[in-house]
């Protein structure tokens, strides 16, 4: 069975700290994407990346970094955590558009920052 | 740019009843669809796609959706709802070309409460 797995299910992060978020495909996926989920807002794309060392700023991407040095492998930084940052991430890697793919998202990572 | 609109953030019915939640999308070009269910505290699954062949499409737990080039429309259905189906359901759009090339766009969303 093809997975996307995010490293962390809970995570409680102080304000100011640097933070890091994993993001594991096994599916040998080109593309894969950040997203942010808070309620009433939908999901929204933080980060996403096309290749290796790739990768291309969302509709969000102030307070985030991204990191991609291995394909299989998308990190999320936060660089200084922000309460405003306390929400539900989500990581997902696809083929590219033209080979008719969706979206495979991971479990999600909830992040509180205190 | 492409967008999707979810018409109705919450959607309730009862047990055995047809379930219809709607969506409707803007795209420059011809668009991928996509609905997913999320449970809670889980991410998204995918429940069923349109990529241009089939304009009904079948999915997974017997739901289906029709695209409608003229309305713009992707609506799910299933014809009696289950209270497994409990969940937020969401539309997206992803564009095989321009501006938006491979970015799913998604709509906000549509809780479905399903009552005994």
């Known amino acids: 069975d093809v997975k996307v797995t995010q490293s962390s299910r809970y995570l409680v992060k102080r304000t100011g700290e640097k933070v890091f978020l994993e993001c594991v495909q096994d599916?040998?996926?080109?593309?894969m994407f950040w997203y942010r989920q808070d309620p009433g807002l939908g999901l929204r794309l933080i980060y996403f990346?096309?290749?290796?060392?790739?990768?291309e700023k969302g509709d969000i991407p102030e307070g985030y970094s991204v990191s991609r040095e291995k394909k299989e492998r998308f990190s999320l930084i936060l660089e200084s955590a922000s309460t405003n940052q306390t929400s539900m991430y989500l990581c997902a890697s696809s083929l590219p558009p033209g080979q008719g793919g969706g979206y495979t998202f991971g479990s999600g990572t909830r992040l509180t920052v205190v | 740019a492409q967008s999707v609109t979810q018409l109705g953030s919450h959607v309730s019915v009862s047990e055995g009843a047809l379930v219809l939640l709607r969506c409707n999308y803007s795209?420059?070009?011809?668009?991928?669809l996509f609905w997913y269910v999320q449970y809670p505290n889980q991410g998204l699954q995918l429940l069923l796609k349109?990529?241009?062949?089939?304009?009904l499409v079948k999915g997974i737990n017997g739901f289906e959706a029709e695209f409608k080039k003229s309305e713009t429309s992707f609506h799910l259905t299933k014809p009696s709802a289950h209270m497994s189906d409990a969940a937020e359901y969401f539309c997206a759009v992803r564009n095989a070309g321009g501006t938006s090339y491979g970015k799913l766009t998604f709509g906000q969303g549509t809780i479905l409460t399903v009552h005994p």
């Open positions: 599916m040998d996926h080109e593309n």
């Open positions: 795209s420059s070009v011809p668009p991928y």
């Open positions: 349109y990529t241009s062949a089939a304009t």
């Open positions: 990346s096309y290749d290796v060392k790739m990768k």
